[in-house]
């Protein structure tokens, strides 16, 4: 029992089980902000097909988060070898160190950008009263989004400097 | 680099000449007509000026337009180019023109052959409906409208199959003194004749009730079926023939289209000149208008105005009054003015930070996506886009923005050593194998240095850039303070926290920390000393210095947000990377043409992606951590009243022999 525990979480799992909560949880909150700013876009859209260019711009912002992921995962996987070269037998500390680190963008991206695509799909909104009030829908989209960079920020930083 | 001064204008006019003196200043796209009050000229007793019955012709007519030209634009075969753009026309000069002539009377005649048609298509789908209805009946030698006779009763109906069998009923019904006879059968029914004397009517009903038997009326059938179905044929087939001539003459008339173009932009403009007419006021003869207009038109505007009977007077616009802003800026920082408009064009009277920011925009943009390839794109893009396109003026500046933007990333992709990423290193290594091609050609590493390998460095130099653009910001509000007659404001409010900041950057460079700490230290003491004077009783003074210099969390949280800069920068360079590296993994012939697939769809996607991205907070940097330190917002824009340009592009000002013209008569 203990063998195959210690099988299970090795360092390289670890490193791995990092890697994927980063793309996964990210992911899971860019799809959740881009699914509500394009349910929103498409009432827009239903009244002003022309606006379609607007509403891209909106549904693009809450994306990031899930590229921040994605990026996070690869740098990851990058160090451990599996891209790019052979992949390298890890202590458990530095697998767990490569987890650790992928946790900023990982649970910040998931909050950030669903609350993100919820300012952006309001932003929706705004578009459907205002139609020239994109610059504004877009800066109160990217104040939420801060965050989600200051985290992807330091996950890449911890990477990058083992 | 300013804002526009403005000059209100008020003009009266005669009424006849108003219309004319409108749609001559709406060429010259500097007069903004305002609302004017009737309150403002109550002595005259004059009432807005209203041309209803103009108006509405017009909006038929553009209504339309509006409806025929998409459908002419189709079928003409001429698909409007993506690079056509828009051509230059002259909606008076159009307007008289004969081709005017021929694009309304097309208008007209292609929107009569919409209406036929759709009746055509009616008519044809009736008559079809009519020959299934009467399908069935084919063989019945009578006219299907059964005469009226005293002593028989006749119908003609239906009867579910399954009720009975054909015979059974024939023989029920002949027992009972009625004629069945079956004309068709389909669809599960019989489709019967059904006559008796008029004393068997009874039994009859009964019987035919418990069949199922529903009766059909065709009293307008007073022909054979077989005439009256080789009849609608006839007509349906000439319908046809009709509307497969109209059709042709429909594509005949799809050639006018460009010419139907230039009628809906001349006759837009003629509405959008009734519909600044109707702010006036007017008089039995006269009208009267308000307006602004910038300073520096107002020769061409008094000249333009010389050519008509009326008085006119430029002013000053009065304390209470809040003119419309327009900025006016050098050939470079006046594409930036979208980023201003984005967010609030400035007050009028205040600062117009455009130049300012446009170099920092350019800069910070450049920082964020240090790419040479990206940046050679973007000024592609920027640059041969509007060429081709020949968009709006707005829309023009807007990319040449990008066009400028891009050539900041390519020169900060020099110095960081971004090439899509590191493609070149990426194909030396994998297809040259090449061992450590950075040590080989160290200029594609990037001249100064790799963010990738020195992150603290690039985290400097976004810090460092962030600095010098807050301390631009806070020179600004130094300027606006000093102007408005408080120098010492000016010193104590914003100099002390740059001698703060000088000693706290000494802290780290300096040797002997003393020497930053004191610096600081004074800048603090600044503070205190000068922050609190207007609180009332020394305690008051002194507690509101000691908080201002919590003002220093906002500072670095400001300074801070400046680490995106770095954070985007790295992202872009990495998404580059992975492309890179992905792609460099096929081996076979297949695996280098998917390769190569891969390769420009992934960098166009990693493009796109980090255009807007780095768009959006570059324009954030200046919104949130450089306006906030000086900008006065609710600024109105200036908004001329302009010719419709849909399709078409008015020239700027009248061609000189109209003008003559106009002047000697």
Known sequence: ???????????????????????????????????????????????????????????ALPMTQGIYGLITSFMIL????????????????????????????????????????????????LLTKQPNELGHAMTNAALVETYAIFAVLVSLLLILFR | M????????????????????????????????????????????????????????????????????????????????????????????????????????????????????????????????????????????????????????????SIPVQSSSFEVMESAMAEAGVYLEKINEGDNHYYVFVMAHRSCTEAMNALLSQYGFVRMQFSE???????????????????????????????????????????????????????????????????????????????????????YECAYEFEDPEPDEVPPVMLSNNPFSRNFETVIGMYDYPHYGSFDPTAIMSIFYFLIFGLMFADVGYGLILILAGFLGPRLLKPR??????????????????????????????????????????????????????????????????????LGMGLIHMCAGMAIKFRNIWKSGH????????????????????LFVVKPMAVGGIVAGVGAAMLIFSQGRNAKGIVMKFLKGVMSLYGIVSYMSDLLSYSRILALGLVAGVIGQVINLITMMGKSVVGFIVMLLVLVIGHLLNLAINVLGTFVHTSRLQYIEFFNKFYEDGGVKFEPAVPSEKFTVTPLEPAPARVAQQSKS
């Not at chain 2, 903004?32 to 007793?45: A, C």
């Not at chain 2, 023939?241 to 010419?259: I, Y």
């Not at chain 2, 450590?436 to 050609?441: C, E, H, L, N, Q």
């Not at chain 2, 120098?487 to 000494?506: E, H, K, M, Q």
């Open chain 2, 221 to 307: 059938e007073e022909e054979l079926v077989v005439d009256r179905v080789r009849k609608l044929g006839l007509e349906n087939d000439s319908l046809r023939s009709e509307a497969e001539s109209l059709e042709k003459r429909f594509v005949e008339l799809a050639e006018n289209v460009d010419l139907i173009e230039y009628l809906y932009d001349s006759d837009e403009t003629l509405r959008l000149a009734l519909v600044q007419q109707y702010k006036m006021l007017s008089t039995p003869y006269c009208c009267i208008m308000t307006g602004w207009v910038p300073k520096k038109e107002e020769n061409s505007i008094s000249r333009l105005l010389d050519q």
């Open chain 2, 487 to 506: 120098p010492f404001a000016a010193i104590f409010d914003v100099g002390s926290w740059w001698v703060i900041f000088a000693g706290l950057i000494l």
């Open chain 1, 78 to 125: 990058f160090k451990i070898g599996v891209i790019g070269g052979s992949p390298m037998a890890l202590e458990t500390a530095d697998g767990a160190y490569f987890l650790l680190a992928a946790l900023p963008i990982a649970i910040v991206g998931l909050y950030s950008g669903i609350k993100q695509g919820k300012v952006a799909a309001s932003g929706v909104v």
């Open chain 1, 1 to 59: 029992m203990a063998e195959i525990f210690k099988q299970i979480f090795s360092g390289f799992n670890l490193a791995i089980l990092g890697a994927a909560l980063a793309t996964i949880l990210a992911g899971i909150g860019s799809a959740k902000g881009v699914y509500l700013v394009a349910t929103a876009a498409s009432g827009l859209l239903s009244e002003n097909p022309s606006a379609f260019g607007k509403c891209i711009v909106l549904e």
């Open chain 2, 2 to 157: 300013a804002i526009l001064e403005m000059r209100k204008l008020t003009v009266f006019a005669i009424r006849s000449q108003v219309n004319d003196m409108v749609k001559r200043m709406m060429r010259f796209r500097c007069v903004q007509i305002n609302q004017t009050s009737p309150d403002e000229f109550k002595s005259l007793q004059a009432r807005l000026f209203l041309c209803e019955e103009e108006r509405l012709r017009l909006e038929k007519e553009i209504e339309k337009i509006n409806t025929v030209l998409p459908v002419l634009r189709k079928k003409s075969g001429k698909k409007r180019k993506l690079f056509a753009g828009r051509k230059p026309m002259d909606f008076d000069k159009f307007l008289q023109s004969p081709d005017c002539e021929k694009a309304r009377s097309s208008v007209e005649e292609a929107s009569s052959i919409i209406k036929r048609q759709a009746e055509i298509s009616a008519e044809n789908a009736k008559n079809e409906s009519t020959v299934k209805s009467l399908g069935p009946w084919e063989k019945f030698d009578l006219p299907l409208s059964l005469p009226e006779s005293r002593d028989v009763v006749s119908f003609l109906g």
């Open chain 2, 393 to 462: 003026e707005g829309t023009k500046r807007f990319l040449n923005m990008f066009g400028y933007c891009g050539i900041s990333c390519v020169v900060m992709g020099i110095l960081f050593g971004g090439w899509f990423g590191n493609l070149p290193y990426s194909v030396m290594e994998n297809l040259f194998r090449v061992e450590k091609p950075a040590g080989v050609i160290p200029f594609f590493n990037g001249v100064v240095f790799n963010p990738t390998e020195n992150i603290l460095g690039f985290m400097l130099v976004s």
